[in-house]
């Protein structure tokens, strides 16, 4: 493990800088090891299915992982191309169980594949949710059956809707666990509590707190 694990987040395709801004920041605030915007990369051909209009997950998560130059401690894509794999019509995301790579797409909770536009924070809300549970999968976690866990699975926009920022108690006991394991300082881990959105505003009653958080 590198002296100073951290994070890289790669854009895989172009994205937006805001959304990677913030979802950056947000990611920051949850995890206890910094967050780093890797230089971003295009789409390789090789992965696009024609006749799907889609890019296969394994195989960008493959090309990550081949990526030996790369020192972050795990790498978390973010592509605005639609995923799958062989046996789904389409996935929001993708990860190595206790790995070092996980994928997750803008598109579906953008609205890019129809239906409703939502509102900018609900579109970040939702690629946050993402972006921790397949990380959470790198962590050695896998599917929760607990309602509202950040780990349940998620088959639809309405179940990650759903869903709240937060871990069950169980799934936050094996997170933390292996971070000590790892060695890594826990300061920054929310306990029983759901995180914060990236565009949910610090009421002011809790503003003069934030430290403990």
């Keep these: 493990m590198a002296k100073r694990p951290y994070l890289g987040m790669v854009a895989l395709g172009p ?36 006749v799907r209009n889609q890019y296969n997950a ?24 639609d995923l799958y794999i062989p046996i789904f019509t389409f996935i929001f995301g993708e990860a190595q169980l206790d790995g070092k790579t996980a994928i997750v797409s803008v598109f579906r909770p953008r609205g890019d594949a129809g239906g409703p536009v939502p509102s900018r924070q609900v579109f970040l809300k939702r690629l946050l949710k993402l972006s921790l549970h397949e990380l959470g999968h790198t962590f050695g976690l896998k599917h929760c059956l607990e309602d509202g866990c950040l780990m349940q699975f998620s088959s639809n926009l309405e179940k990650l809707d759903q869903k709240k920022l937060a871990f069950c108690k169980y799934c936050q006991i094996l997170w933390q666990d292996y971070f000590k394991d790892q060695g890594l300082p826990l300061s920054q881990f929310k306990r029983n509590a759901e995180i914060r959105g990236p565009d949910v505003p610090t009421p002011i009653a809790e503003r003069s707190h934030k430290h403990r958080q």
């Design 15 to 50: 994205i937006d800088p805001d959304i990677l801004r913030r979802l950056r920041t947000a990611l920051s605030k949850f995890l206890p090891l910094p967050v780093r915007l890797l230089r971003p990369q295009p789409l390789p051909p090789e992965t696009y299915h024609v």
């Design 58 to 81: 394994i195989q960008l998560l493959e090309i990550l992982i081949n990526q030996k130059e790369n020192k972050a401690f795990r790498v978390l894509g973010v592509t605005a191309g």
